[in-house]
């Protein structure tokens, strides 16, 4: 057991590090950006156009050998609930037709984009991958979604 456990602390310790190095390619100093959450994972956030970009490094999950990188984004808040059914099913049909390495997901009242994988051979184009895309595709879709729905912007509540 204590050899998976090794193994989970070197993977967290390298797919930082590829973070870092990520963030710092992006103009963006990672220390700065880091802003580590309470449970302990690392965290950073950075403005990719209008919207911030959390990326985070997270340990294993209870019974996993690896933890997982995880790259999210708030992009609007929900709707009134009387005009919710469409606007999940925009969600949906965007998810099933136009995204491709992230999905939309629901936290609380918000809609966010969320990409995610385990940190088992992470390389550093994969890490910029899921970044560019999922910031990429937060800054189109909530003014996309903003002005097809009219609701509220994450980045308009900074």
């Known amino acids: 057991m204590a050899a998976i456990e090794h193994l989970g ?13 990520t963030i710092r390619e992006l103009g963006v100093d990672p220390d700065t950006a880091r802003t580590d959450s309470p449970d302990g994972s690392a965290r950073f956030v950075l403005r990719r156009g209008s919207v911030r970009v959390a990326v985070q490094v997270l340990p294993p999950r209870e019974g996993a050998s690896h933890g997982s990188l995880r790259v999210v984004a708030p992009i609007v808040d ?7 059914l469409p606007f999940l099913r925009r969600l949906l049909e965007v998810n099933a ?10 936290v609380a009242d918000a809609v966010v984009l969320v990409s995610e994988r385990s940190l088992e051979d992470l390389d550093a184009s994969e890490v910029q991958t899921m970044v560019r895309v999922v910031g990429v595709a937060a800054d189109t879709w909530d003014d996309a979604l903003a002005d097809e729905f009219d609701v509220i912007r994450a980045s308009d509540h900074a």
Do not use: M
């Not at 602390?9 to 190095?21: F, G, K, P, Y």
């Not at 929900?78 to 919710?84: F, G, H, N, T, Y």
């Not at 037709?97 to 629901?106: M, N, Q, S, T």
């Open 9 to 21: 602390e070197e993977d967290l310790a390298r797919a930082i590090s590829l973070v870092a190095q």
């Open 78 to 84: 929900l709707p009134a609930e009387s005009s919710q």
């Open 97 to 106: 037709r136009e995204l491709a390495g992230a999905a939309f997901g629901i």
